[in-house]
């Protein structure tokens, strides 16, 4: 299993960008796709996520109404919709999938990040 988060980079404060992660090895449609982010000096938190089936979606308080993950199944793939970026998400992403039937607290399996900086 392999999964390949990109899309990351440099925007200025009130930009946009899109993440994707590319998974492999593993049927998509049976897992539950989520971002997460680590910033310097502090510790991982979930950003956002999307269920398998009808792909409803949980964002945190912090991002909720700018950031979005969404899904495309057939192109296994997921996405992170980030739209008015701030200084406060520059951090590094990462994507990670769990099955849908797990009774785990953790993901499965994680793909290695993405830099994200927001700066002017």
């Known amino acids: 299993v392999q999964l390949q988060a990109s899309g990351g980079g440099l925007v200025q404060p009130g930009g946009s960008l899109r993440l994707s992660c590319e998974v492999s090895?593993?049927?998509?449609?049976?897992?539950?796709i989520a971002w997460f982010r680590q910033a310097p000096g502090k510790e991982r938190e979930g950003v956002s996520c999307v269920r398998p089936g009808r792909g409803g979606t949980d964002s945190a308080e912090s991002v909720k109404g700018r950031f979005i993950a969404s899904r495309d199944d057939a192109k296994k793939m997921g996405y992170l919709e980030m739209v008015s970026l701030r200084p406060e998400d520059t951090a590094v992403y990462y994507c990670?999938?769990?099955?849908?039937?797990?009774?785990?607290?953790?993901?499965?399996?994680w793909g290695h990040g993405t830099l994200v900086t927001v700066s002017s």
């Open positions: 990670a999938v769990k099955y849908f039937a797990s009774t785990s607290n953790g993901y499965d399996y």
């Open positions: 090895g593993l049927s998509l449609q049976y897992y539950h």
